[in-house]
């Protein structure tokens, strides 16, 4: 007799986004000639670079011919894009990479999400709070968890409380723990570390044999000095932090799928005879027994996004998105929200005012300004009482997006 | 302290094409001049048919303008192709499916190996023997079996002995099992099972609560009437089976990445209440948490396969591997070698004479005739003795070999 995999019991159904569309819905019935404007998306909306879409054409014409065709790839990517990728995102800043320590893959979801399965089940997981759903989903699914309490936390794991109140930086943990899942710039709060923060980390990990799993999706949105692109511009990162990149929120590669981990040599975990293990061998092992390369086309268009015009059409991207962010900033600044994130990310977190709940101001902004956003509490607990905005939309509905807030809104 | 999944390290290393690849070079070293053929590699070789190319051309400009773009799309896949494959592939065949009972990926090798996810640990696994090794290398590494014996064979999995004395037909075996992995048309042995021997599965399946998970990533080839081409031909099956197709081998594309399984809303496994609970509810929750779709731009290159024209394209590409798989199957033949397969696969599997192991008849072929073919060996115990062909290769290249081993092999 089969029997199912009852750790996926443990989560609760993803009602986040159904429950927006639903809201959205019934306001749309009751006022058909209300204009909504989303701004709660976390995708892209720009088309792909022309580079890319140059690059992509061509290697669409390499698979017409048999001289040129490619069949299977090697499972870790091809060497043309890795060295591409280290020459331009890491030897700048330091940090010498190898070719087998960058795997390239379909995205930074499956990376993130897979990861975990390199690790012993008695491994303790820190995530921060609020947080990416998929580092603690995937944990769940794995049994790695207890079950899911009344305060919509999961038995057995560390949440690291990121606030207003402790200006978004994590705290070090009381209890050890094994398995640190960090993104920045982050999602949701669009808020950052600066070396030393993130030093402090590396250090607890060096110290206590920990794993630092470093998700820098974001890292091309970063605008100020002094924030770390990679974690492997702190001293020391290279022994205990693998990073997920993503070619999908700089180059638009949402719906094309390519991203890249790095996994140097020298990070190694316990095995139980108590030797330490070296886990670019087992991510390796991983990833040529569980999947099959990314399509050479789009290893091919993600090769263009480091020629010259690539690197140049990137950049007007993410200028595109960060005027967006700017406006969207000041506007909720200007009538006294609580606003953090949009400098470095494209993300911008706000404090619901009043003490409202993070649904009470979904309900006001759409009925007020006929706006959308994504309830804090979606992120997990500690996002009660914020909202996430996002700068992805086209830029005349965000101007139009903030003229709504500032004069409808009422706060 | 971070520890690593310490069921990775029951898995002997991939010892086998690294092993090839040692033995072709030292050949080459000592032999300069000869002229070596490869009829090992189990990856197409023809360009992509042109519907598909020009398919993917369109797709990569609409990802040019902003009003076509297309960001993330569902993780299921796109609605598009799959009511293509259930109209083209399923339908006339008598075979209905929702739409949301197929889900489309990046290949079958993911999909294959990450099904196992959704069950438990608890559950025996059945395979056959030979094997395409992932099924059973992704079980090692869940934990869910014991270690690899001096038999060559891990614990607590039930193995499936395919032979020339079975005559390929997988018997019922004696302890019960759980999940069970049938690959047909078979690779590596070209074989395939006729409709009542898979209903002999079925019913096992259906009376002992078990799961068939059956790959059928091969089933363009057939060529033969009365074999199946999906197990869903089978009564009962829908209730039991969950079936992996791809678009690598019947439209070339091993290196663009393109396959579907189909989950039917009927297959159930218990819970730990003793429950039946259906997995396609489990294996959509698996994709939409740790896989963000196949990119669009591939999608549309698959959907195109389902064209008129690219039916007909399809067609030309299987008749082109499937002569070579006849030439190569009537001349081993010719020179009095047991030969089986090749007739509704494009993999030809040969019994090496006067006892010869799988190693040795490497070597002899390599020698005698400059041929590079993959020993039966390393798909698993049962498969020593035996040796690999494969009808991937070129015409004019497959037609030297085959005169190479009808006037130079000493048999």
Redesign the interface.
Same mark, same amino acid.
């Given at each position: 007799? #089969?029997?199912?995999?009852?750790n996926? /019991?443990k989560?609760p159904g993803?009602y986040l986004f159904a429950e927006i569309a639903r809201r959205v819905a019934k306001f749309k019935e009751e006022n058909p000639s209300a204009n909504v404007i989303r701004l709660g998306i976390g995708?892209?909306?720009?088309?792909?670079p022309?580079s890319v879409?140059t690059g992509?054409?061509a290697a669409?014409?390499e698979?017409?011919?048999?001289n040129t !065709?490619?069949?299977?790839?090697p499972e870790q990517g091809y060497q043309f894009l890795i060295e591409k990728i280290i020459q331009t995102d890491y030897n700048p800043r330091g940090i010498q990479l190898d070719i087998d320590e960058v795997f390239v893959s379909?995205?930074s979801?499956?990376d993130v999400?897979?990861i975990q399965?390199?690790?012993?089940?008695?491994?303790r997981v820190a995530i921060t709070d609020p947080v990416y759903?998929?580092y603690l989903?995937?944990n769940v699914?794995a049994g790695r968890t207890g079950a899911l309490g009344q305060d919509g936390r999961f038995g057995s794991v560390v949440y690291l409380t990121c606030n207003a109140e402790n200006k978004f930086v994590p705290q070090l943990p009381s209890e050890k723990v094994?398995?640190i899942y960090i993104c920045m710039p982050n999602n949701p709060t669009g808020t950052t570390l600066t070396k030393d923060e993130l030093k402090v980390w590396v250090d607890y990990a060096k110290k206590?044999?920990?794993?630092i799993l470093y998700d820098a999706a974001y890292e091309a949105y970063i605008q100020e000095e002094g924030i770390p692109h990679s974690i492997y511009e702190i001293e020391g990162a290279k022994d205990v932090a693998i990073e997920f990149r993503s070619f999908s929120k700089n180059a $638009?590669f949402? $719906?094309?799928?390519c991203a890249f981990t790095v996994v140097p040599k020298t990070v190694k975990?316990?095995? #139980?005879a108590g030797e330490l293990?070296p886990?670019n061998k /087992?991510w390796n092992?991983?990833q040529?027994?569980? !999947?099959?390369?990314?399509?050479?086309?789009?290893q091919k268009g993600a090769e263009a996004v480091y020629s010259p015009q690539g690197q140049q059409e990137i950049k007007v991207l993410i200028n595109y998105y960060m005027a967006n962010a700017k406006v969207i900033r000041e506007g909720l600044a200007s009538i006294g929200l609580e606003v953090y994130g949009g400098v470095n990310a494209p993300y911008i977190w706000l404090k619901a005012p009043n003490g409202m709940d993070s649904w009470a101001f979904f309900d006001k902004l759409l009925t007020e300004a006929h706006l959308v956003g994504t309830p804090g509490s979606g992120f997990g607990p500690a996002g009660q009482g914020y909202f996430r905005l996002t700068a992805f939309g086209?830029q005349e509905n965000t101007l139009e997006a903030v003229e709504r807030i500032k004069t409808r809104l009422k706060v």
């Amino acid at each position: 007799m #089969a029997t199912i995999n009852e750790n996926y /019991l443990k989560l609760p159904g993803s009602y986040l986004f159904a429950e927006i569309a639903r809201r959205v819905a019934k306001f749309k019935e009751e006022n058909p000639s209300a204009n909504v404007i989303r701004l709660g998306i976390g995708d892209v909306t720009r088309p792909l670079p022309q580079s890319v879409i140059t690059g992509l054409h061509a290697a669409v014409d390499e698979m017409a011919n048999e001289n040129t !065709f490619r069949g299977y790839g090697p499972e870790q990517g091809y060497q043309f894009l890795i060295e591409k990728i280290i020459q331009t995102d890491y030897n700048p800043r330091g940090i010498q990479l190898d070719i087998d320590e960058v795997f390239v893959s379909d995205g930074s979801k499956s990376d993130v999400g897979n990861i975990q399965e390199i690790f012993g089940l008695e491994n303790r997981v820190a995530i921060t709070d609020p947080v990416y759903p998929v580092y603690l989903d995937t944990n769940v699914m794995a049994g790695r968890t207890g079950a899911l309490g009344q305060d919509g936390r999961f038995g057995s794991v560390v949440y690291l409380t990121c606030n207003a109140e402790n200006k978004f930086v994590p705290q070090l943990p009381s209890e050890k723990v094994d398995l640190i899942y960090i993104c920045m710039p982050n999602n949701p709060t669009g808020t950052t570390l600066t070396k030393d923060e993130l030093k402090v980390w590396v250090d607890y990990a060096k110290k206590h044999n920990s794993i630092i799993l470093y998700d820098a999706a974001y890292e091309a949105y970063i605008q100020e000095e002094g924030i770390p692109h990679s974690i492997y511009e702190i001293e020391g990162a290279k022994d205990v932090a693998i990073e997920f990149r993503s070619f999908s929120k700089n180059a $638009g590669f949402t $719906g094309t799928r390519c991203a890249f981990t790095v996994v140097p040599k020298t990070v190694k975990a316990l095995t #139980a005879a108590g030797e330490l293990y070296p886990l670019n061998k /087992l991510w390796n092992r991983r990833q040529t027994t569980k !999947f099959n390369g990314t399509p050479y086309i789009i290893q091919k268009g993600a090769e263009a996004v480091y020629s010259p015009q690539g690197q140049q059409e990137i950049k007007v991207l993410i200028n595109y998105y960060m005027a967006n962010a700017k406006v969207i900033r000041e506007g909720l600044a200007s009538i006294g929200l609580e606003v953090y994130g949009g400098v470095n990310a494209p993300y911008i977190w706000l404090k619901a005012p009043n003490g409202m709940d993070s649904w009470a101001f979904f309900d006001k902004l759409l009925t007020e300004a006929h706006l959308v956003g994504t309830p804090g509490s979606g992120f997990g607990p500690a996002g009660q009482g914020y909202f996430r905005l996002t700068a992805f939309g086209n830029q005349e509905n965000t101007l139009e997006a903030v003229e709504r807030i500032k004069t409808r809104l009422k706060v």
